[in-house]
């Protein structure tokens, strides 16, 4: 915890000064400017406070780095996450060391077909004997929301997370409220079993920032996953490894670093091409929309950040082209009877669009 606070107190150091008591000289009056490599030491300070965490939660959930750096990206560039995978791969585990991570509050609602968009967000009663309303907020008032089987829960239910995962905010009985800062919805689906399960609508699925699958882990990490499990291990290692790198208003100052990134229009016109370019293809029924655009952006802006850059490269934009858009588009039925899926038709279209050479 030492090292961390240290860095704690670099990245985040009080400018505050008490005014001269003479006036101050021309020299003095100079504004400071972040000189190369001030600027160059921030960002590599931040990717490394975050790599901290990335290795910590590794520690615990054993066999899928690609699925923490994805999860921790959407966490920098204020996104939410829709994960997809069978039972007992760790998303609950994983929710809960991310939280460790930076000291947030962790809550988990079991979507059911019977549960009502009140238990989601909260609702007001009356008092009898005071003759007054009070308003009980729901589980969606913290930092992290893991919403467990999104898709077994009906419509209406679904719908009432929209407005949180949109605006940070929640309207109950007219009055509005806003959720705790930072916040992120983890959804997660089963692929397999779909008897009794609702289909996300669109217009909820566009709201996700990324889509990340979690397979099965390799042999050598499933053993070493069965070890720590079977001997009762996970919770002392997640006691011990993932103890907070930053708090949550710390956390905000790292997602404000992620806007500054810098992006050249070579760039974002690549990543709109990307995404226009399945509006073209007739493997495609369903295309992605302008979210899409926005949503690739600012994710290739945080996988920057992950690197310790202060700019994007066309290899960010590839390496989050397929997690952001592929919930948002639908294969078409010949493809799928051709056993084509929506990754691989994204990759397809990734490779048939030229990337700029800076």
Same mark, same amino acid.
């Given at each position: 915890?030492? @090292?961390?606070?240290?860095?704690?107190?670099? #990245?985040?150091?009080?400018?505050?000064?008490?005014?001269?008591?003479?006036?101050?000289?021309?020299?003095?009056?100079?504004?400071?400017?972040?000189?190369?490599?001030?600027?160059?030491?921030?960002?590599?300070?931040?990717?490394?406070?975050?790599?901290?965490?990335?290795?910590?939660?590794?520690?615990?959930?054993?066999?899928?780095?690609?699925?923490?750096?994805?999860? #921790?990206?959407?966490?920098?560039?204020?996104?939410?996450?829709?994960? $997809?995978?069978?039972?007992?791969?760790?998303?609950?585990? #994983?929710?809960?060391?991310?939280?460790?991570? %930076?000291?947030?509050?962790?809550?988990?609602?079991? %979507?059911?077909?019977?549960?009502?968009?009140?238990?989601?967000?909260?609702? *007001?009663?009356?008092?009898?004997?005071?003759?007054?309303?009070?308003?009980?907020?729901?589980?969606?008032?913290?930092?992290?929301?893991?919403?467990?089987?999104?898709?077994?829960?009906?419509?209406?239910?679904?719908?009432?997370?929209?407005?949180?995962?949109?605006?940070?905010?929640?309207?109950? @009985?007219?009055?509005?409220?806003?959720?705790?800062?930072?916040?992120?919805?983890? *959804?997660?689906?089963?692929? !397999?079993?779909?008897?009794?399960?609702?289909?996300?609508?669109?217009?909820? #699925?566009?709201?996700?920032?990324?889509?990340?699958?979690?397979?099965?882990?390799?042999?050598?990490?499933?053993?070493?996953?069965?070890?720590?499990?079977?001997?009762?291990?996970?919770?002392?290692? +997640?006691?011990?490894?993932?103890?907070?790198? %930053?708090?949550?208003?710390?956390?905000?100052?790292?997602? *404000?670093?992620?806007?500054?990134?810098?992006? @050249?229009?070579?760039?974002?016109?690549?990543?709109?091409?990307?995404?226009?370019?399945?509006?073209?293809?007739?493997?495609?029924?369903?295309?992605?929309?302008?979210?899409?655009?926005?949503? +690739?952006?600012?994710?290739?802006?945080?996988?920057?950040?992950?690197?310790?850059?202060?700019?994007?490269?066309?290899?960010?934009?590839?390496?989050?082209?397929?997690?952001?858009?592929?919930?948002? !588009?639908?294969?078409?039925?010949?493809?799928?009877?051709?056993?084509?899926?929506?990754?691989?038709?994204?990759?397809?279209?990734?490779?048939?669009? $030229? *990337?700029?050479?800076?």
């Amino acid at each position: 915890m030492s @090292d961390s606070t240290d860095q704690t107190a670099e #990245l985040h150091s009080d400018t505050h000064a008490e005014l001269p008591a003479q006036p101050p000289t021309e020299q003095q009056a100079q504004p400071h400017t972040e000189t190369g490599a001030e600027a160059d030491n921030r960002w590599q300070q931040a990717s490394e406070r975050v790599n901290l965490l990335r290795s910590r939660i590794n520690q615990v959930v054993i066999g899928q780095p690609s699925v923490v750096e994805q999860v #921790l990206i959407a966490l920098l560039a204020g996104g939410h996450v829709l994960l $997809e995978g069978v039972p007992g791969l760790g998303k609950t585990l #994983l929710v809960r060391c991310l939280a460790s991570g %930076f000291g947030g509050d962790f809550r988990r609602i079991q %979507f059911t077909p019977d549960l009502m968009p009140a238990d989601v967000t909260g609702h *007001a009663i009356y008092h009898m004997a005071e003759s007054r309303f009070e308003v009980r907020r729901g589980p969606v008032f913290t930092n992290l929301l893991l919403a467990d089987e999104i898709n077994r829960a009906p419509a209406k239910t679904q719908a009432a997370l929209l407005e949180v995962m949109q605006e940070q905010q929640v309207t109950i @009985d007219g009055e509005t409220h806003a959720t705790p800062r930072p916040f992120m919805v983890l *959804a997660t689906q089963n692929p !397999v079993e779909q008897e009794g399960t609702y289909p996300l609508p669109e217009a909820e #699925l566009d709201r996700f920032m990324l889509k990340i699958l979690i397979d099965f882990p390799s042999q050598q990490a499933e053993e070493a996953l069965t070890a720590a499990a079977s001997g009762g291990q996970i919770e002392q290692q +997640l006691r011990d490894s993932v103890e907070p790198v %930053f708090d949550a208003g710390e956390l905000q100052q790292l997602q *404000a670093l992620v806007p500054q990134v810098q992006v @050249d229009q070579q760039v974002l016109s690549y990543a709109v091409r990307l995404v226009r370019a399945t509006r073209e293809s007739s493997q495609l029924r369903r295309a992605a929309g302008p979210r899409a655009s926005i949503g +690739l952006i600012q994710a290739a802006r945080a996988h920057a950040l992950l690197q310790g850059r202060d700019f994007v490269l066309p290899d960010d934009i590839k390496a989050m082209a397929v997690p952001v858009m592929r919930h948002r !588009v639908a294969v078409s039925p010949d493809m799928e009877i051709d056993g084509e899926t929506a990754d691989s038709v994204l990759a397809q279209i990734i490779e048939s669009v $030229e *990337a700029p050479r800076l």
